[in-house]
């Protein structure tokens, strides 16, 4: 199964709330923290929801290794 490596860029100050919720379900509430997920629709969604705040990778081993 792959997995994706979403990190945090930009703020949620100024944000609507359930913008700032989504990053706090995705594992992210500092600037440059970084967290692996795998990667399944609802993760994709919620990562799609704040596109504008984070990155994101798609890492392609099972294990969450790349390559």
């Keep these: 199964m792959s997995k994706i490596k979403v990190t945090q860029v930009r703020s949620p100050i100024g944000r609507r709330s359930d913008q700032r919720e989504t990053l ?14 795998a990667d399944n629709p609802a993760t994709r969604g919620r ?6 705040l984070v990155v994101f990778e798609t890492l392609e081993g099972a294990d969450g290794t790349q390559g």
């Design 47 to 52: 990562v799609e929801k704040v596109k504008h």
């Design 24 to 37: 706090i379900g995705l594992g992210l509430n500092k600037l440059h923290r970084s967290r692996v997920l």
